[in-house]
């Protein structure tokens, strides 16, 4: 559910015309709705309501500090995976105490900057890491709070780069070896053991995975209380899916129903949820403006100003968006076409042979879901500007990320003196 829809043939975001977005703040431009944000975490917070856990947003599903700050006022802590993110979140005012910092390749500076600034806790990943943490622990004086990320070799059904919970991939530590890990961060003076956390993939439709994997943790936490490793948060990541075409996503209810029926009885700490892509997915679109129509016989493209450096989803996953015409035309005739746009590879594509009216130059079309690692995973190929990011919220629209200019593209880069820059113009 989301407040993008059509009126009169126009494509609107709650009471705003998306047009009239594009055309003051240009295109590329992603477009936020603040009202689907807010609905998307309170439902979420709502089919938690018996456990109450501790909701920490996934900062890098939409990393916009005022996307941020927006679910922060509503009480959100937040998944962090690099001191970028704890910055960002710093800036958008998320309590420190409900910040969980999870990823395999903590650096001892991003460790030193989450130990200064009193986080909730560090998800370990590797036994090399429990030291790490030790030692930069030991030089503040603190004792750092920590919780083992298990692997709990669950296959979650999903594409293989997002899959993290089988013993193939990279992260956490094989639950074979967790009472190990645990019995060597006990051992370390500057660690304090208060967690046990997994994550075991994104874009789940699925609960039953999540509640294989939980059944396993369970039945790890309670040989770790038979050695007096007493656990007292319980953080089982994000991961719930969403719909981008037909696919049948578990709605949050029952994602909850599941996961608390599971820990009855069993658990009684704080749960820790790290929800990314439930929360802001559905909440944004990219709107985009037809640049040039072209057929080769045999094929028909639509390119348009957006290319894959603004969205990587379709080139990097296959994934499918669905693309709207911004003005719906009373009776349009449906054509295959390519959507492509401006990059210097055949992977920058948005759809292949998609069903599509015929559009004209200049006309706007709507990537839709794609608040959800779109502008996060934006880049600067082919030297390409990023996108403008918009919220909207009501009848009111906020640039929230002014779109870059080409001197942004150069910050930091500079000609040294033994190269002899030739044009005046430089
Ligand atoms: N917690 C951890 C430790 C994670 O690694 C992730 C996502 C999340 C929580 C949030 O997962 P979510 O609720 O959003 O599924 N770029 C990919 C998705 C990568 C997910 C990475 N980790 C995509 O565009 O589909």
């Known amino acids: 559910m989301h407040f993008f829809e059509y009126r009169n043939g126009e494509l609107y975001c709650e009471e705003v015309r998306v047009k009239t ?57 937040a998944d962090i995976v690099s001191g970028g993110e704890l910055f960002r979140t710093k800036k958008a ?19 030193s900057y989450a130990l200064e600034n009193d986080i909730l806790m560090f998800n370990v990943e590797s036994i090399e890491e429990i030291d790490v943490i030790n030692s930069a622990a030991g030089r503040l004086g603190v004792k ?24 193939k991939n990279k992260f956490g530590i094989d639950i074979r070896y ?16 208060i967690g046990i956390d997994m994550h075991i993939g994104s874009q789940l ?20 209380g038979q050695r007096g490793i007493n656990i007292k948060y ?49 909440a944004g679109i990219l709107v985009s403006r037809v640049l040039y129509r072209k057929d080769n016989g045999s094929k028909r493209f639509m390119i348009v100003d957006a290319g894959m450096n603004d969205l990587i989803r379709p080139s990097f996953y296959g994934a499918y968006h669905e693309i709207l015409p911004v003005h719906k035309a009373a009776q349009s005739r449906l054509v295959k076409q390519d959507v492509v746009g ?3 590879e055949s992977g920058d594509f948005f759809a292949h042979g998609r069903s599509l009216p015929v559009l004209e ?12 690692y779109g502008f996060s995973m934006s880049s600067n190929y082919n030297s390409r500007t990023r996108a403008a990011e918009v919220i909207v919220n009501g009848s009111d629209y906020f640039i929230v990320r002014k779109r870059e200019i080409n001197n942004d593209l150069i910050k930091g880069e500079q000609i040294p003196s033994f190269i002899k820059v030739r044009s005046k113009n430089a």
């Open 144 to 167: 750092a709070p920590v919780s083992i990320r298990v692997n709990p070799d669950i296959d979650p059904f999903t594409h293989p780069y997002i899959s993290t919970g089988l013993k």
């Open 205 to 224: 439709t699925d609960v039953s995975p999540v509640v294989s994997a939980l059944k396993k943790i369970l039945k790890l936490m309670k040989e770790l």
């Open 361 to 372: 130059r200049e006309d706007l079309v709507a990537l839709m879901s794609v608040g959800a």
């Open 21 to 77: 977005i594009a055309d003051e703040a240009g295109t590329p431009v992603y477009i936020y709705s603040a009202r689907t944000l807010q609905r998307h975490y309170n439902v979420f917070k709502k089919a938690f309501a018996k456990t109450k856990p501790l909701i920490c947003y996934s900062v890098k599903a939409n990393s916009n500090i005022a996307v941020i700050a927006l679910f922060s006022s509503m009480g959100s802590g």
């Open 93 to 111: 005012g998320i309590d420190s105490k409900k910040i969980v910092y999870s990823g395999v390749g903590k650096t001892l500076r991003e460790i």
């Open 178 to 193: 967790a009472i190990d890990a645990y019995s060597i961060a006990r051992a370390k003076p500057n660690i304090r053991i």
């Open 234 to 282: 319980m953080d089982i990541g994000g991961g719930l899916g969403i719909t981008y075409k037909d696919e049948k996503a578990a709605h949050p209810e029952r994602y909850a129903g599941e996961i608390e029926s599971t820990l009855k009885g069993s658990f009684d700490g704080t749960l820790i949820l790290e929800p990314g892509r439930v929360l802001v997915g559905n």
């Open 342 to 344: 401006p990059i210097c």
